[in-house]
């Protein structure tokens, strides 16, 4: 079983977490599209056909043997979620400290300044040299 296994993905890109994230989203899918089904037969079938998609298109990237590609196409998915954890983790960090601190993003350059909270109006100085007047 296992040699037919081995057998079956030599030389193949296999289950990597690009498919498996989008067996892992496709499988809820389809479940959740047969129900909304029953309520709504248009958005259901939408729904469906697109988890289907999912599903065809994870088990194509598995048999593929053009496992350059389809590592690029992973690298590519791995970079995106590492950014989003990221980003999730800042938030969380953020609304951590929010009863002490707000936070706010520089328009000039786009970092994220924190400042103590209950300071009235100040002026916050960024190190690009932009300069906010926000309520603290
Ligand atoms: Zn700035």
Redesign the pocket.
């Given at each position: 079983m296992r040699d037919w296994f081995e057998r079956l993905f030599a030389g193949r890109q296999g289950m990597d977490e690009l498919s498996k994230a989008l067996f892992w989203v496709s499988l809820p899918g389809l479940l959740l599209s047969g129900l909304l089904a029953l309520l709504s037969p248009g958005l259901g079938g939408i729904l469906s056909w697109l988890g289907l998609f999912l599903l065809i298109y994870a088990f194509i990237r598995a048999f593929s043997r053009q496992t350059a590609r389809r590592e690029a196409e992973n690298a590519l998915y791995l970079r995106w979620l590492g950014g989003r954890k990221r980003a999730f983790r800042a938030f969380l960090d953020r609304r951590r400290q929010s009863k002490d601190f707000r936070f706010f993003k520089?328009p000039?350059?786009?970092?994220m300044l924190r400042v103590p909270r209950h300071k009235g109006k100040i002026h916050i100085r960024?190190?690009?040299g932009?300069v906010l007047y926000r309520k603290t």
């Open positions: 520089c000039g350059c786009g970092t960024c190190k690009c932009y």
